[in-house]
């Protein structure tokens, strides 16, 4: 049975009565009480108070405080007078069944509008929310147009000038091209010039010869060809260049197969550039250019792009995957994205293209080793590290630095050292 609430307190003005309950013990929150226009309830178990008001009062701007287990209600009321009583008295019940019937249905459309009203507002809250993304969306949309226009503008600029730069050599080797021809020309016309002088002073000397009288013609005939031919030649130095190696060993010491070999392989590295421009019609004429791409993801590498420099990286070796240096450059790039796995396979991938091993491609290989040795041993595999380490040792033993590198790693696989 619920504790009905008897000694309660409270005063009135003209316009606001202030009514006190005390809930001893208890824990009150808003959800306890219950208020309309002239019924007041107030459900706090096992406490209950119920009272319908003396007149009616204004239930909105109307307030309660809970404070130290009491509850005060300032009521204020809809007409300016004094009030009999709190509560209203020796009421009909039905009468006052109705005015609780009355308040629950008000309370309930009260709480029905004010459900409708919050729904509104949460509308109107995302439709805000909505605009404020969409809006967000289109600046960063722009932003990233105008990144990719700034980016477009500059590699532009980065082609024209590297197409100036090659209009200009190809104008230098024209123009020395020319001039080793006009020297050429030159020489040859002297040497006529040497030529024509020698033959004119053998005539000279021949036609000054007085004939005998009573020599017969023959005779005559057998000493003007004898005296018609050419003076011998001054003495000079003839000048010989010889092709310069493309190998810098003696030609004792190198292997002669090996290198006729790499070179044939570079030389189909070469006419390979051009075979898959076909199936890439859609690629800017930069874009087709394994140099170009090459020298793009140097740069995007040397800035820490490393994403964009695989990408340069990827498309120049669709175009030519016979160039070592490419996926050797790309090794690189995904040893510094912790790529490990892929930098293995690219840097065997170089090791594979730079057979057989000749002086040309001896750094190329000593780098291949290197960056594969390092994956190996971030990836804690300091065995296979290590054997690579001391490939690079082979090829590079003055190398200092690859000595201490491999030092280290032996430290570590004989526990003698801290992992690092």
């Known amino acids: 049975m619920p504790v009905w609430v008897r000694d309660y307190s409270w005063r009135q003005t003209d316009t606001a009565v202030f009514l006190s309950l005390p809930m001893r013990g208890v824990r009150v ?62 009421g009909d019940k039905e009468k006052m069944q109705r005015i609780r019937e009355n308040a ?64 200009n050599e190809e104008k230098r080797r024209i123009q020395r ?18 030529i024509n002088k020698t033959l004119n002073a053998g005539t000279s000397k021949a036609r000054s010869i007085p004939t005998r009288a009573g020599s017969s013609g023959n005779i005559f005939s057998e000493k003007l060809k004898e005296e018609s031919f050419p003076a011998p030649r001054s003495a000079g130095t003839i000048k010989i260049s010889f092709t310069s190696r493309v190998f810098p060993t003696a030609l004792r010491e190198s292997r002669v197969a090996e290198e006729e070999e790499w070179l044939h392989k570079q030389a189909e590295a070469r006419r390979a550039m051009n075979a898959n421009f076909s199936e890439l019609k859609d690629l800017n004429e930069e874009e087709k250019n394994p140099d170009w791409l090459k020298d793009k993801g140097n ?78 041993c971030q990836l804690e595999l300091y065995a296979e590290g290590l054997q690579d380490y001391e490939a690079a040792l082979k090829i590079d033993p003055t190398n200092k630095t690859l000595e201490q590198d491999a030092e280290k790693i032996q430290h570590i696989i004989h526990g003698t050292a801290q992992d690092s």
Request: with cysteine.
């Open 29 to 90: 929150t808003q959800a306890n009480i219950f208020c309309t226009d002239q019924y007041l309830k107030v459900n706090v178990p096992p406490f209950l108070f119920e009272a319908i008001l003396y007149a009616p009062v204004d239930d909105t701007s109307s307030t309660a405080k809970i404070r130290n287990e009491t509850i005060f209600f300032t009521l204020y009321k809809k007409e300016v007078a004094m009030w009999e009583s709190l509560v209203m008295e020796n």
């Open 299 to 376: 740069k995007m590498f040397a800035t820490g792009n490393y994403l964009a420099a695989v990408n340069a990286y990827n498309l120049a070796i669709l175009l030519n995957n016979k160039i070592p240096v490419l996926y050797l450059n790309r090794a690189a790039c995904h040893l510094k994205l912790r790529n490990l796995h892929k930098t293995i396979e690219d840097s065997s991938k170089a090791l594979e293209l730079l057979i057989p091993p000749v002086p040309d491609n001896a750094d190329a290989r000593v780098k291949a080793y290197v960056r594969r040795g390092t994956a190996f």
């Open 104 to 167: 629950v249905i008000k309370a309930q459309e009260k709480a029905d509008e004010e459900e409708k009203s919050k729904a509104v507002t949460k509308r109107e809250h995302k439709k805000f929310a909505l605009e404020a993304t969409m809006k967000l969306e289109e600046t960063e949309r722009k932003r990233i147009e105008n990144l990719k226009e700034e980016e477009r503008k500059k590699v532009t600029e980065e082609l024209e000038i590297w197409k100036e730069k090659q209009r």
């Open 177 to 194: 091209e020319e001039e080793i021809r006009r020297e050429r020309k030159l020489i040859e016309e002297k040497k006529k010039q040497e």
